[in-house]
């Protein structure tokens, strides 16, 4: 493995941040999952703890009273006040939603809350539940934007928590991380939340003090975490990452804690994954390889899954290291797979040359370094006559496929289709909802670019110099293995002793390569070839 920023591997995976992202549910799966009220209301009941919607009063002015400032002839008119509602909307409106019509009680609703006071003991619930009918709906940014106005309000206690849950939920997907994780996570008073949501908060705003190098105070928040909590092992390894920032050499303790972590199922598979690549990623950069490849044998992936390509060509250097060039060359093989033909990894090439080298294939070895000048000539092109490296194909999806560049790409992808989708509601929102989250989508969507192509130049310029530095190296690599090529071979000299084959075991079957790739199969493969090294005669 070269020499790579070990630190930006791990902060990629983890600092920085909340839970891996988890597969994006269905409408269904969202209603089932988030809190709701304990029962729903039959017709013409409200919620509990909430004023009877009868009752509820339009703040609009009469139509035929006279505006205490009317505007002077020639001046701009005023928007139009909204329009008297019935307060038997809310009624129809919820019992729609209950009904599972969560489409029929948008509309409705914000047409409620557009009529209805503020002060109104409704109010909280006519936006949660207008929250609830959009995240069905597929709109889940339009529902956050209503909760996260729940969470600031904080006007009524009884909606509060169902809001936050619901916000907290939310968060396992691509999501507004300023608007939930900073400002309302990150910003809560945290001595009336319920048990399992202030211990989220305390997680979060624990982040933030980290991010802003306040580790005190991050240590304050985590401290009120409960050990047997989820947010207690996610705050473990984002303080382990922080402190392996401040250290030149990791100490055995930090590896340790890394690879307790490792074990702890209270994290998700994902998380407990990242903490086993820090414990090998640590233990290679220590140089003990075998630590290392033991290490790698923890990560575990779901069954018939292709596997990340970085693992695989992190194990393949720990192997080459081991001197185990047959078994780096079959990883090798793995990542040739279609499942990795669009990952950029430079690397890959440069590591093959090097295993053709080591057992004198001197012309399989110049076909491999040239292969990555062959395959990466337009990012190459791009990066030395200065260009616009953001519109570079190969280094912007290099760019979106790890870290916060990658979760701000997921974010912009989601603003985009549920913009897409809000184009079916058209006729059943009703004109101001419409119109609203039309606005809301666009706003959106200008922030969500702006904050991805900010994280897109940086993370570019960073694939660009893992692409120079791998280049660089496969300059010196064919110049070596030109020099091998015209070497006068002495007198006497003669060809190594090939290696002992390695006996299969009576569980294991070994089949000609034949082209095909299994997902069950992509960590067994074994290249047989012979050395053509030569060793001289004393």
Avoid at 164 to 172: E, Q, R, S, V
Avoid at 214 to 219: S, Y
Avoid at 305 to 333: F, H, M, N, Q, V
Avoid at 486 to 498: D, L, S, T
Wanted: with cysteine.
């Amino acid at each position: 493995m070269t020499s790579r920023s070990l630190i930006a591997a791990l902060t990629s995976a983890a600092l920085l941040v909340s839970p891996a992202p988890a597969d994006a549910q269905s409408p269904a799966a969202a209603q089932a999952t988030s809190t709701a009220p304990a029962a729903a209301p039959t017709q013409g009941t409200p919620p509990a703890g909430a004023k009877a919607p009868g009752d509820a009063k339009a703040d609009a002015p009469d139509a035929g009273k006279p505006a205490a400032n009317a505007p002077t002839a020639g001046a701009e008119a005023p928007p139009p006040a909204p329009q008297k509602v019935d307060p038997g909307v809310f009624d129809k409106a919820l019992k729609d939603y209950f009904d599972g019509k969560p489409r029929d009680a948008a509309g409705p609703l914000h047409a409620w809350l557009q009529a209805a006071p503020k002060t109104d003991e409704n109010y909280a619930w006519g936006q949660y539940f207008l929250a609830r009918s959009l995240i069905d709906l597929g709109l889940t940014h339009a529902g956050a934007s209503y909760l996260a106005r729940i969470a600031r309000e904080r006007s009524n206690p009884n909606v509060l928590p169902r809001a936050l849950d619901t916000l907290k939920a939310l968060t396992d997907r691509p999501h507004d991380e300023v608007m939930i994780d900073q400002q309302v996570f990150g910003a809560l008073d945290l001595g009336f939340l319920p048990e399992d949501t202030g211990a989220y908060a305390h997680y979060q705003q624990g982040l933030v003090d980290l991010r802003v190098g306040n580790e005190r105070w991050a240590n304050t928040h985590f401290a009120k975490l409960s050990e047997t909590s989820p947010e207690a092992s996610r705050a473990k390894f984002a303080l382990l990452v922080t402190r392996l920032k401040q250290v030149k050499e990791p100490s055995d303790e930090i590896i340790s804690d890394f690879l307790a972590l490792s074990e702890d199922e209270k994290l998700t598979r994902e998380a407990r994954n990242e903490a086993a690549l820090a414990v090998a990623r640590l233990r290679y950069e220590r140089k003990d390889f075998q630590g290392a490849l033991e290490a790698y044998d923890r990560v575990k992936l779901p069954e018939l899954d292709p596997g990340r390509a970085s693992l695989y060509l992190e194990e393949a250097w720990t192997r080459y290291k081991l001197g185990e060039l047959r078994a780096s060359l079959g990883i090798l093989t793995t990542l040739d797979a279609p499942s990795f033909r669009d990952e950029f990894l430079p690397d890959k090439y440069l590591l093959r040359a090097l295993i053709y080298r080591d057992l004198c294939h001197y012309l399989p070895a110049k076909r491999a370094a040239k292969e990555l000048t062959r395959r990466f000539a337009d990012s190459l092109e791009a990066v030395r006559n200065r260009e616009d490296l953001t519109q570079d194909v190969r280094l912007r999806r290099a760019a979106n496929a790890r870290g916060s560049t990658q979760r701000a790409a997921r974010f912009l992808e989601t603003l985009e289709l549920e913009g897409e989708r809000l184009g079916r509601y058209a006729g059943s929102f009703g004109d101001r909802l419409f119109s609203h989250l039309t606005k809301l989508y666009d706003l959106s969507r200008a922030e969500a670019v702006r904050v991805h192509d900010a994280r897109l130049a940086e993370a570019v310029r960073q694939e660009a110099d893992t692409l120079l530095r791998a280049a660089e190296q496969v300059r010196l690599m064919e110049y070596e293995v030109g020099l091998k090529l015209y070497e006068r071979v002495k007198k006497g000299a003669r060809i190594v002793a090939p290696e002992d084959e390695q006996i299969l075991s009576p569980t294991q079957t070994a089949y000609r390569f034949d082209g095909e790739y299994w997902n069950d199969e992509l960590r067994s493969y074994r290249v047989r070839i012979d050395s053509r090294c030569i060793e001289e005669t004393p």
